[in-house]
């Protein structure tokens, strides 16, 4: 376990429509990334934010967006669906304010699918 | 693209032997790590290699890196069904604030 929890655990959307996906990290982790993981493929990084604001984000589009609160939660919200979209998100939360510097700890994860 | 990248994709071999993964990628980096998922679930921690360590133990795995040639390889010993999944490798990359993840090499253990 790493005390990193997400919900929902499945979701079903349909294409066009939006989703918010929740995490909630380990207590004094105050980074938390998003990952985005295609069956068969390895996690794809999106954002990642510090103390609540985004210091790091990868080669996705301004309709998948975040959200970091003081409480370690966090929330990733992408707009206007896409089937592409279909595919396990996964939130970890590290110590530090880098996380290409410590290792992160993984959620289970949430399953989308578009249809 | 792929900064990582796994060999082989995919490894059976019979419980008690020993697997051996491998791992290449093309910038500087920070550090490397290795994480298993099991079925799909969320990823695992195993090891962290730094990029001024060369190797690096834990319980029955074993972690080398040569920067020279920007590869590591991730050696389980006396596997055990237990070790059947999906092991990836993920660089820390200089100047960047992220991990970049390969596609993973798939192990199964037969009984």
């Known amino acids: 376990e790493t005390g990193v929890t997400q919900s929902p655990t499945h979701l079903i959307k349909t294409r066009g429509q939006q989703v918010t996906l929740r995490c909630s990290s380990q207590?004094?982790?105050?980074?938390v990334s998003w990952y985005q993981q295609a069956l068969g493929q390895g996690p794809q990084f999106i954002f990642q934010y510090y103390r609540e604001e985004e210091n790091g984000r990868g080669n996705f589009p301004p309709r998948f967006s975040g959200l970091q609160f003081p409480n370690y939660s966090s929330e990733l919200n992408v707009n206007a669906l896409e089937l592409d979209d279909s595919a396990l998100y996964l939130c970890?939360?590290?110590?530090?304010?880098?996380?290409?510097?410590?290792?992160?700890?993984f959620g289970p994860g949430t399953r989308l699918l578009v249809l | 693209s792929q900064q990582g990248e796994e060999d082989p994709q995919a490894l059976s071999i019979q419980e008690g032997e020993n697997a051996t993964m491998n791992c290449s990628y093309k910038t500087s980096i920070n550090n490397l790590q290795w994480y298993r998922q099991n079925s799909g679930r969320g990823l695992v921690h195993l090891i962290l290699?730094?990029?001024?360590?060369r190797e690096k133990h834990s319980g029955r795995l074993r972690v080398t890196l040569d920067t020279s040639k920007k590869s590591s390889s991730l050696l389980i010993t006396a596997s055990r069904a237990a070790d059947t999944a999906s092991y990836f490798c993920?660089?820390?990359?200089?100047?960047?604030?992220?991990?970049?993840f390969g596609q993973g090499t798939r192990l199964t253990i037969n009984p």
């Open positions: 993920a660089t820390g990359i200089q100047g960047a604030q992220k991990l970049v």
């Open positions: 290699i730094r990029s001024n360590e």
């Open positions: 207590s004094g982790h105050n980074t």
């Open positions: 970890a939360s590290s110590l530090g304010d880098r996380a290409s510097f410590e290792t992160q700890y």
